[in-house]
């Protein structure tokens, strides 16, 4: 969808839908009230009627509004004025946008951004509409063919402002661009979406940009460098493994950059301790880690941050065979830290902790890995909040304030001394589960443990990358997050 700036007379831009806001009590925000007065009071008859919703997120789609160019108008509840919030404000520009996908209209205007949300500037408002716009108009078709008469995505938004506010409609633009990306890889199913495929995919970005190079590690390179805990995973799987490493130099050569690693198990039958039936069919999420690494590494590139980036995604398959790793198995990480695998099915911190050891080469700022973890951050998060970890107060706190910023939050959870106990094991230096108490917590010490001497955080995504049992696919979470980290950290 191409996003563009227009400051005409709100009712005079000729478009197929006119979004404009609606609060609950006081005045008109400053579209509605021009699209009434030359309505003749049309806009302000609707409400008193009650054929108008403003309740947060509710939509009412107006025709043949006197006294304006638009064809329609889409008014978008926000509420009372004084409980709307920017995750508020968000979910009704994300409701918009779907109604806008849905609907033969191949363009819009959009005023949303008028409202006025206590702490949030106009050009916060108005990128996180239009990134919200972009963001709800997704849908896939890679492998499914749409109907002749079934409605085309919006082609084009244009917001009502001025050229003072590019810098923020370039930012949607561009963080838009890695939630496509995030998104179509995590929906893509497992037999096309294979480590191979994401490292073609890794080419063609390194292609499309000129600052920004690739290298692929195969499996004989992984085993030179000692990586068996990550080929471990690999083991029962036909498919070969692949280290992906994308680096993008937006910044002088000699500034250090910050590292984003993502777990791709592009699907996980849960090796030789197989997953139940009920929930297998949802395994090719489990690179939305990695998904979410690629998007913000898509956004960098697209905005052209001054920062250098660097991106490692473990790309592997778990599968049952009769190489397959086996519960009670010893594995050595690349790190020489011994790992007793009690259960094949917590193979994503494996994989992880080679990456994360890998990455000390490159002198990183700051490492951030992201992973479907476990599934006990989605029981205790639920699918709103992606899990934070961090051996750094001032690491963690920005990244909070990153998804806060731009509604893809995070929750901070604790990796305590106490709870490293749970990992002992008195056949290697650790196992790799903790047992059933604070799952979660448990596995980000695992990792911990391999970044001892690193400036690290863990986001464990398994609750807001995709909604269980839902239709709707990846959410391409947490690009939002670490773009906007990144946005920070370049200043």
Request: glycine content about 10%; aromatic content about 6%; overall charge negative.
């Given at each position: 969808?191409?996003?563009?700036?227009?400051?005409?007379?709100?009712?005079?831009?000729?478009?197929?839908?006119?979004?404009?806001?609606?609060?609950?009590?006081?005045?008109?925000?400053?579209?509605?009230?021009?699209?009434?007065?030359?309505?003749?009071?049309?806009?302000?008859?609707?409400?008193?009627?009650?054929?108008?919703?403003?309740?947060?997120?509710?939509?009412?789609?107006?025709?043949?509004?006197?006294?304006?160019?638009?064809?329609?108008?889409?008014?978008?509840?926000?509420?009372?004025?004084?409980?709307?919030?920017?995750?508020?404000?968000?979910?009704?520009?994300?409701?918009?946008?779907?109604?806008?996908?849905?609907?033969?209209?191949?363009?819009?205007?959009?005023?949303?951004?008028?409202?006025?949300?206590?702490?949030?500037?106009?050009?916060?408002?108005?990128?996180?509409?239009?990134?919200?716009?972009?963001?709800?108009?997704?849908?896939?078709?890679?492998?499914?063919?749409?109907?002749?008469?079934?409605?085309?995505?919006?082609?084009?938004?244009?917001?009502?402002?001025?050229?003072?506010?590019?810098?923020?409609?370039?930012?949607?633009?561009?963080?838009?661009?890695?939630?496509?990306?995030?998104?179509?890889?995590?929906?893509?199913?497992p037999n096309i979406c294979t480590p191979s495929y994401l490292a073609q995919d890794a080419a063609a970005i390194?292609?499309?940009?000129?600052?920004?190079?690739?290298?692929?590690?195969?499996?004989?390179?992984?085993?030179?460098?000692?990586?068996?805990?990550?080929?471990?995973?690999?083991?029962?799987?036909?498919?070969?493994?692949?280290?992906?490493?994308?680096?993008?130099?937006?910044?002088?050569?000699?500034?250090?950059?910050?590292?984003?690693?993502?777990?791709?198990?592009?699907?996980?039958?849960?090796?030789?301790?197989?997953?139940?039936?009920?929930?297998?069919?949802?395994?090719?999420?489990?690179?939305?880690?990695?998904?979410?690494?690629?998007?913000?590494?898509?956004?960098?590139?697209?905005?052209?941050?001054?920062?250098?980036?660097?991106?490692?995604?473990?790309?592997?398959?778990?599968?049952?065979?009769?190489?397959?790793?086996?519960?009670?198995?010893?594995?050595?990480?690349?790190?020489?830290?011994?790992?007793?695998?009690?259960?094949?099915?917590?193979?994503?911190?494996?994989?992880?902790?080679?990456?994360?050891?890998?990455?000390?080469?490159?002198?990183?700022?700051?490492?951030?890995?992201?992973?479907?973890?476990?599934?006990?951050?989605?029981?205790?998060?639920?699918?709103?909040?992606?899990?934070?970890?961090?051996?750094?107060?001032?690491?963690?706190?920005?990244?909070?304030?990153?998804?806060?910023a731009i509604v893809d939050r995070a929750w901070r959870l604790p990796i305590w001394d106490e709870y490293q106990?749970?990992?002992?094991?008195?056949?290697?230096?650790?196992?790799?589960?903790?047992?059933?108490?604070?799952?979660?917590?448990?596995?980000?010490?695992?990792?911990?443990?391999?970044?001892?001497?690193?400036?690290?955080?863990?986001?464990?995504?398994?609750?807001?990358?995709?909604?269980?049992?839902?239709?709707?696919?990846?959410?391409?979470?947490?690009?939002?997050?670490?773009?906007?980290?990144?946005?920070?950290?370049?200043?």
């Amino acid at each position: 969808m191409n996003l563009k700036l227009d400051n005409r007379g709100i009712c005079e831009v000729e478009t197929g839908c006119l979004v404009i806001p609606f609060v609950e009590g006081g005045s008109l925000p400053d579209s509605v009230a021009a699209v009434d007065k030359a309505a003749g009071g049309a806009i302000t008859s609707l409400l008193e009627d009650g054929d108008i919703a403003v309740k947060p997120g509710k939509t009412t789609l107006l025709h043949r509004i006197p006294g304006i160019a638009a064809e329609r108008v889409l008014a978008v509840g926000m509420g009372k004025p004084e409980k709307l919030n920017l995750a508020k404000f968000d979910s009704a520009c994300m409701a918009a946008a779907k109604v806008l996908r849905d609907h033969p209209v191949r363009n819009c205007h959009s005023s949303l951004h008028e409202v006025a949300v206590e702490g949030i500037s106009t050009a916060d408002l108005l990128r996180q509409s239009a990134l919200a716009l972009r963001h709800g108009n997704y849908l896939y078709t890679v492998t499914k063919q749409r109907k002749d008469d079934a409605p085309e995505p919006l082609k084009t938004a244009s917001f009502a402002a001025g050229p003072e506010f590019r810098d923020a409609v370039d930012q949607a633009d561009g963080i838009a661009a890695g939630f496509d990306k995030a998104r179509m890889l995590g929906d893509l199913p497992p037999n096309i979406c294979t480590p191979s495929y994401l490292a073609q995919d890794a080419a063609a970005i390194a292609q499309a940009y000129d600052n920004v190079e690739l290298e692929v590690l195969e499996e004989s390179d992984m085993a030179n460098l000692g990586m068996d805990a990550l080929l471990g995973v690999s083991r029962g799987s036909s498919l070969d493994a692949k280290l992906i490493v994308l680096k993008y130099m937006g910044a002088e050569a000699d500034e250090r950059p910050v590292a984003l690693i993502g777990k791709g198990i592009t699907f996980d039958s849960g090796g030789l301790s197989l997953k139940s039936g009920e929930n297998m069919m949802q395994m090719k999420y489990d690179m939305c880690g990695a998904a979410g690494v690629i998007g913000a590494f898509v956004a960098c590139a697209e905005m052209q941050l001054e920062i250098n980036l660097l991106c490692i995604v473990a790309a592997v398959e778990n599968m049952p065979d009769g190489d397959a790793c086996r519960p009670g198995d010893v594995l050595t990480s690349m790190s020489g830290k011994t790992i007793e695998v009690l259960n094949t099915d917590a193979e994503g911190r494996l994989v992880l902790c080679d990456a994360i050891t890998y990455s000390e080469k490159f002198d990183p700022q700051c490492v951030i890995d992201v992973a479907t973890l476990t599934g006990a951050c989605v029981v205790a998060l639920g699918h709103h909040a992606s899990g934070l970890m961090s051996n750094d107060d001032e690491l963690a706190q920005a990244l909070t304030e990153a998804g806060d910023a731009i509604v893809d939050r995070a929750w901070r959870l604790p990796i305590w001394d106490e709870y490293q106990a749970q990992l002992d094991s008195p056949f290697a230096d650790m196992k790799n589960i903790g047992g059933m108490p604070a799952g979660v917590l448990t596995a980000g010490c695992f990792l911990s443990r391999f970044a001892e001497d690193l400036n690290w955080a863990h986001i464990d995504v398994a609750g807001s990358a995709w909604k269980w049992g839902s239709k709707d696919g990846a959410t391409g979470r947490p690009v939002g997050l670490l773009a906007q980290f990144l946005l920070n950290r370049a200043g």
